[in-house]
């Protein structure tokens, strides 16, 4: 029952972390941070995400001819503007397990009238490593990880992903650790068993609709992420967020674990903060003082033309 991968309780702050396929969706070019603890004063080595990443689009380019040094001119081809790029560094901390890492994606977008699908492909690595100072094991000397303390190991992986949006409702989908790469730590002499463990693949929904009320100043968005892997262990957060004037926001989010989660935020010209804090009523949850969550993102480029589908980018 515990989790692979890190759980970041503001998804729709920053879907790409997610789908590939949102690299460079809505055409800005977007920089992200983040950073998750977890269930603080449970222990003082509780799981720890951090994050940055950055996203956005090839925009239309026409054909273009430049002249050179020896007279000569070199041509241009003109872009299409349906290519996303982007890239995510990370680093999480569970317990006395690190990893580092880092990712690029490649998205391809289609405009279908008023909407576009998206499809997007992600390539990842990362350095898997029991920290030998955080370590403790009750038997050392007949336990079978001990010869794997203090070492590290590169894992490669992949993720794929496909995305449909409109102006008021998106839906997408993907899939992260597609290969399931398994764990090599050490050689034979250390830990024959270490071929066996392997990533598990994860498939996750996620999906949201905006409502525009009678009053214009105020918006009302219900979004929701279900995840699900190999072994059809199931997760789901169900969100309900609204908007003030596009500059403030808050909400409240129930997951199928038990949690809630309450959040809220504010946009200043460019940028976007975010705060979110979990309370479980279950397992662990229970004995901590919640889950702490922040994002801080900024956010470049035409925003007028956001939804503009006909003649986009």
């Not at 989790?3 to 396929?21: D, K």
């Not at 569970?94 to 990893?99: K, T």
């Not at 959040?263 to 976007?272: K, L, S």
């Not at 004995?287 to 033309?305: I, M, N, P, Q």
């Amino acid at each position: 029952m515990a989790q692979q991968l890190p759980r970041f309780s503001q998804y729709y702050s920053n879907e790409f972390l997610i789908n590939p396929a949102v690299a460079g969706c809505d055409g800005r070019t977007v920089i992200n941070l983040g950073a998750r603890k977890q269930w603080i004063g449970f222990s003082q080595n509780t799981p720890s995400s951090y994050i940055i990443s950055i996203q956005g689009r090839l925009l239309k380019t026409g054909y273009s001819l430049k002249p050179g040094q020896r007279g000569n001119s070199t041509f241009r081809k003109a872009g299409k503007g349906r290519v996303g790029l982007g890239a995510i560094v990370y680093r999480d901390e569970n317990g006395a397990v690190e990893r580092t890492g880092g990712q690029f994606s490649y998205a391809y977008h289609l405009f279908i009238r008023n909407s576009q699908l998206s499809f997007g492909l992600t390539g990842n690595l990362f350095q898997y490593r029991i920290n030998p100072e955080l370590a403790r094991l009750k038997n050392p000397e007949i336990d079978p990880l001990y010869g794997l303390i203090g070492k590290s190991t590169l894992v490669p992986d992949a993720g794929i992903g496909i995305n449909y949006m409109t102006g008021k409702w998106h839906a997408g989908m993907a899939i992260s650790q597609v290969f399931q790469s398994k764990l090599k730590i050490g050689n034979a002499a250390d830990f024959q068993g270490t071929e066996e463990i392997r990533l598990l693949r994860h498939y996750s929904i996620l999906a949201d609709y905006r409502f525009n009320l009678s009053n214009p100043d105020w918006n009302v968005e219900p979004s929701t992420i279900i995840l699900l892997n190999e072994m059809f262990r199931v997760q789901a957060d169900f969100t309900m967020k609204a908007y003030y004037k596009n500059q403030y926001w808050f909400g409240i989010s129930g997951r199928s674990s038990g949690d809630i989660i309450a959040m809220a935020g504010v946009r200043f010209r460019n940028y976007y903060f975010g705060y979110s804090y979990d309370y479980g009523f279950n397992g662990i949850s229970r004995y901590s003082f919640g889950s702490h969550e922040v994002c801080l993102s900024a956010k470049f480029g035409d925003t007028a033309r956001k939804y503009r589908w006909l003649d986009r980018y």
